[in-house]
T-cell receptor, first 109, second 112 residues
Framework: EDKVVQSPLSLVVHEGDTVTLNCSYE??????LLWYKQEKKAPTFLFML????IEKKSGRLSSILDKKELFSILNITATQTGDSAIYLC?????????FGTGTRLQVFP | DGGITQSPKYLFRKEGQNVTLSCEQN?????MYWYRQDPGQGLRLIYY???????QKGDIAEGYSVSREKKESFPLTVTSAQKNPTAFYLC???????????FGDGTRLSIL
């Protein structure tokens, strides 16, 4: 059975802190792994990772995939209050996304 | 503006009633998906369709039905057989394993 585990479930930090969000997975027919940010409504796409060891970067956010150890991390440096959200990890099993429960990040000023 | 439109934003269901959630996309995507999200949980797949006039059950299809008569539209009916329908419902399109799925803004369904 496909499984995605995200940790921690919840994280509270102050502005300026750096955070690391973890995602481990067991998925048959793995094709890629996606990270999404969800505030109040629609999840918004952050990264798609297909190859091990290649870091994807967008501003203060970066992510990397390890296909041998079956995990991915999402790093956020110099956090801001606008980073407060649920971060969802979702590997593809063929053409279906398998979502973890998410990590709720709260950033306080 | 390209995107996915879900309506209504809020919906209330009476006992024994079927309700239909609308999802329309103008992104020219073949694949469309319906997810359910409960508090503290991730998204769970209800139904998906990879082509017009064809759809497959996801992990929690019981009590739901769908149709895919047009490429742009993938409505979800929550039937009276779904005993715990209160949740946030998200529609998505796109995604072929090497492309991201894009989401609508969701419909929040509650029981009256």
């Amino acid at each position: 059975e496909d499984k995605v585990v995200q940790s921690p479930l919840s994280l509270v930090v102050h502005e300026g802190d750096t955070v690391t969000l973890n995602c481990s997975y067991e998925v048959t027919n793995f094709r890629s792994l996606l990270w999404y940010k969800q505030e109040k409504k629609a999840p918004t796409f952050l990264f798609m990772l297909t190859s091990s060891g290649i870091e994807k970067k967008s501003g203060r956010l970066s992510s990397i995939l390890d296909k041998k150890e079956l995990f991915s991390i999402l790093n956020i440096t110099a956090t801001q209050t606008g980073d407060s959200a649920i971060y969802l990890c979702a590997p593809y099993n063929t053409d279906k996304l398998i979502f973890g429960t998410g990590t709720r990040l709260q950033v306080f000023p | 503006d390209g995107g996915i439109t879900q309506s209504p934003k809020y919906l209330f269901r009476k006992e024994g009633q079927n309700v239909t959630l609308s999802c329309e996309q103008n992104l020219n995507h073949d694949a469309m998906y319906w997810y359910r999200q409960d508090p503290g949980q991730g998204l769970r797949l209800i139904y998906y369709s990879q082509i017009v006039n064809d759809f497959q059950k996801g992990d929690i299809a019981e009590g739901y039905s769908v149709s895919r008569e047009k490429k742009e539209s993938f409505p979800l009916t929550v039937t009276s057989a779904q005993k715990n329908p209160t949740a946030f419902y998200l529609c998505a399109s796109g995604g072929t394993g090497l492309q991201p799925q894009h989401f609508g803004d969701g419909t929040r369904l509650s029981i009256l």
